[in-house]
């Protein structure tokens, strides 16, 4: 069994990683798990079960969005987050939402799930902003054991968008 997990919070960019693994999971007909972390940051000031209420419902949300609701069924599951499964693909789509430190926390889940591969999205800072701010997408490059797919934003149309079609691999298009 193949895994693809999708890393996402809940800004604009979220749409634009669980596209490239919504389009990744059904051509390969890998599970898809999606996942958010609730940073353990003492300085955040919020209510840690509302802010998992809000990214359960904004998972949904992503999740509808990115696989025709009507092809969505919903699987009977245990604890944080739901289970979906896609179409006659068999592709199995798993919202989960952790707390922690968001770098570590991507990381142990990869190796929890066995991922092939983790999808994260870039904010796009620059080398300023990422030297002020750090970059969540840096250092789980750096710090994942499994491979990173680093998806910047405003991407309009997939690089593999004629593969499963029939199109060859490498081939040009005009």
């Not at 699987?75 to 592709?91: C, I, K, L, S």
């Amino acid at each position: 069994m193949r895994t693809i997990l999708a890393a996402v919070d809940q800004s604009h960019h979220a749409h634009d990683v669980m596209s490239r693994a919504a389009e990744l999971a059904v051509l390969l007909r890998n599970d898809l798990v999606v996942l958010s972390v609730v940073s353990s940051d003492p300085m955040k000031q919020f209510n840690i079960v509302e802010e998992q209420n809000r990214l359960a419902s904004f998972h949904r949300e992503l999740i509808f969005k990115h696989f025709p609701d009507n092809s969505l069924a919903v699987e009977p599951h245990g604890g944080n987050g739901g289970v979906y499964r896609y179409g006659t693909a068999g592709v199995r789509v798993q919202s989960r939402i952790i707390s922690g430190n968001v770098v570590d926390k991507i990381c142990e889940c990869a190796e929890e799930v066995n991922a092939d591969i983790v999808i994260v999205g870039s904010r796009g800072l620059g080398n300023i902003g990422s030297l002020v701010l750090g970059s969540v997408s840096e250092r789980v490059v750096h710090k994942c054991p499994r491979s990173v797919l680093v998806v910047k934003g405003g991407l309009e149309s997939p690089d593999w968008q004629g593969l499963s079609t029939g199109q060859k691999s490498g081939a040009s298009r005009v």
